[in-house]
Structure formats: structure tokens, C-alpha cells
């Protein structure tokens, strides 16, 4: 089931890519609207204020790094 779902996500992105790019040739000017979202989405990523992101409220952070901590440990020679 794996495969062909991957087989149908390249298949997509395949046509995404080519009609896209049918789309820019027969219409020139897209690629200036395109161009201008790529400009306003840098600004704002350039005045945006720092984002101060708490540890506490992030419900998988410390399972995460427990996970990590675990794999280390089973890694390393001392485990084997």
C-alpha cells in the first residue's frame, strides 16, 4: 500500500511541476505575481518579531527527548 502511494505522490508532483510550468509559459506575467508573493513572504519573515516558543507547552518535546536519549544509549558500546 506504501508503494503505491509513493508511486502516486511522484506521479502528482510530476504533473504539479509540468503544469506549473505550462502555466508560466503560456502566461508570462504569473511568474511576476509569483515573484511578488515570494517578495512580500521574505518581508514579512524579515520584520517579523522573534517568536519566544515555551518548552512546558509543548506536549511531545520531552518525549522526544527521551526517545533520543534512549537510542543513545542503546547505540553506544556500553549497552552492547
Known amino acids: 500500500m506504501l508503494f503505491w502511494r509513493m508511486i502516486g505522490d511522484l506521479i502528482m508532483r510530476a504533473a504539479f511541476i509540468f503544469a506549473g510550468v505550462a502555466l508560466s509559459e503560456k502566461f508570462y ?7 511578488a508573493i515570494l ?12 517568536v519566544i516558543i515555551e518548552s512546558k507547552k509543548i506536549p511531545c518535546k520531552n518525549y522526544s527527548v527521551k526517545q533520543c536519549l534512549l537510542a543513545m544509549i542503546c ?5 552492547l
Open 29 to 35: 506575467s504569473t511568474i511576476y505575481v509569483f515573484g
Open 39 to 50: 517578495i512580500f513572504r521574505l518581508y514579512k519573515m524579515i520584520t517579523q518579531k522573534e
Open 75 to 79: 547505540m553506544s558500546e556500553k549497552f
